[in-house]
C-alpha cells in the first residue's frame, strides 16, 4: 500500500464513530514504531511531522521519504497518511510542493479574516493535487513548537465558516492542551463540542490526545472527534523505557550493550506498544 489522503478515511471514521490516530515522528525509531503498530493492529495510519520536527531530521522531503522507504522496507500494508502537523501558511505550500499528503495549516494565531482567507489558498493548492488539508480554530492550550496557545474554545460561528472552505478535517479547541494536563484541568468542553458537531459535519480532530483519560476521548469520539493527535505519551513512554535500560545498566555491563540498536530498542517497543494501545482506544477497526 502506497500512501494515501485522509479525505475518505476520515469521513468514514465521522459517520463510523470511531478515529483514527495520529501519531508524530521524530526520527527513524518513531517512524518504525508508528508504522510498525499499524501494521500489527492492521488499521489505517496518519504519521505526523511538525514544523520543527522535520526541521531536526533534515527537511520535509527527507520526512517524507523516510517514511516512503520505510514502508517498503518493512511490507507495510496498510493505508498510511503523510501529513504536516501545526504548519504555518509557508510550510503549509512546501509541503504540498514536495508531495505529503495532508497538510494542517494552523492559522489560529493570525486575525480571523486572515486565517479563513488563508485557509481557502491551502485548500485550493492541496485539493488541486488530491491532498487533505486541516484546519485550526481556537487554540489549543500548551506548548507547540513554540507556540504557547490559552486553548480557547473555538467560537461556533468561526468554525463554521472555515469548515464552509471545505477542509477536510477540523480542529477546535475544546478545553484540550497540547503536552502534559495540569492538575486542575478542567477536562474537555463537551457542550461546546456538541455545538460545533451539531453544525459541522466535517470530521473534527482531537489535538492533545496525551493525558486525557480513556472515556473522555471515547465520549468524544463518539461525539465527532475523527482523529486524534497523539505526541507527548510516546515521548514520555520513549524516555522511561530508555531511562529504565540505563538505571539497570545495561548499557555498561551486556555485551555492546551501549550500541543504538540495543540502547533505543526499549524505547522503540514502547513507541510502539502506546500507539497500538491508543489505535485501541479509538476503535480504529481494521483494514478489510
Ligand atoms: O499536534 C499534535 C498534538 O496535538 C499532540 O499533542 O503532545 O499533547 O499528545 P500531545
Ligand atoms: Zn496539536
Redesign the pocket.
Known amino acids: 500500500m502506497s500512501l494515501v489522503n485522509g479525505n475518505e478515511i476520515f469521513a468514514e471514521a465521522r459517520k463510523g464513530h470511531y478515529a483514527v490516530g495520529?501519531f508524530?515522528t521524530n526520527n527513524l525509531e518513531w517512524t518504525r514504531a508508528i508504522l510498525g503498530a499499524a501494521q500489527e493492529k492492521n488499521t489505517p495510519v496518519l504519521i505526523?511531522t511538525?514544523m520543527g520536527a522535520a526541521k531536526y531530521m533534515g527537511g520535509y522531503e527527507l520526512c517524507l521519504n523516510l517514511v516512503q522507504q520505510t514502508m517498503k522496507s518493512m511490507n507495510i500494508t496498510v493505508p498510511v497518511i503523510m501529513h504536516l502537523?501545526?504548519g504555518n501558511y509557508e510550510a503549509a505550500k512546501e509541503c504540498i510542493e514536495v508531495g505529503y499528503n495532508s497538510v494542517?495549516f494552523d492559522g489560529h494565531d493570525l486575525p480571523f479574516a486572515e486565517n479563513l482567507e488563508k485557509t481557502k489558498e491551502i485548500v485550493k493548492l492541496a485539493h488541486a493535487k488530491g491532498m487533505s488539508v486541516e484546519a485550526e480554530v481556537g487554540s489549543?492550550g500548551?506548548e507547540?513548537d513554540g507556540i504557547i496557545g490559552e486553548g480557547e474554545l473555538a467560537d461556533v460561528e468561526e468554525a463554521k465558516q472555515i469548515a464552509a472552505t471545505g477542509v477536510d478535517y477540523l480542529?477546535c479547541g475544546i478545553g484540550?492542551?497540547?503536552?502534559?494536563y495540569p492538575e486542575n484541568w478542567k477536562g474537555l468542553n463537551f457542550d461546546r463540542l456538541k455545538e460545533l458537531a451539531d453544525v459541522i459535519s466535517t470530521p473534527l480532530v482531537?489535538?492533545?490526545?496525551?493525558?486525557i483519560p480513556k472515556e473522555q476521548i471515547q465520549k468524544a469520539i463518539s461525539m465527532g472527534v475523527a482523529k486524534v493527535?497523539?505526541?507527548?505519551?510516546?515521548?514520555m513512554a520513549f524516555a522511561a523505557a530508555t531511562r529504565k535500560y540505563i538505571e539497570e545498566g545495561h548499557d555498561q555491563n551486556d555485551i555492546k550493550g551501549y550500541d543504538p540498536r540495543k540502547l533505543l530498542a526499549p524505547g522503540t517497543k514502547a513507541i510502539k506498544d502506546t500507539v497500538e494501545s491508543r489505535i485501541e482506544w479509538f476503535g480504529t477497526p481494521a483494514v478489510k
Not at 176 to 180: E, F, K, L, M, S
Not at 206 to 211: I, N, P, Q, V, Y
Open positions: 495520529a508524530n505526523q511538525s502537523d501545526h494542517m489549543i500548551g507547540e480542529a484540550n492542551i497540547h503536552g502534559q482531537l489535538h492533545g490526545g496525551s493525558g493527535n497523539v505526541n507527548t505519551e510516546c515521548q
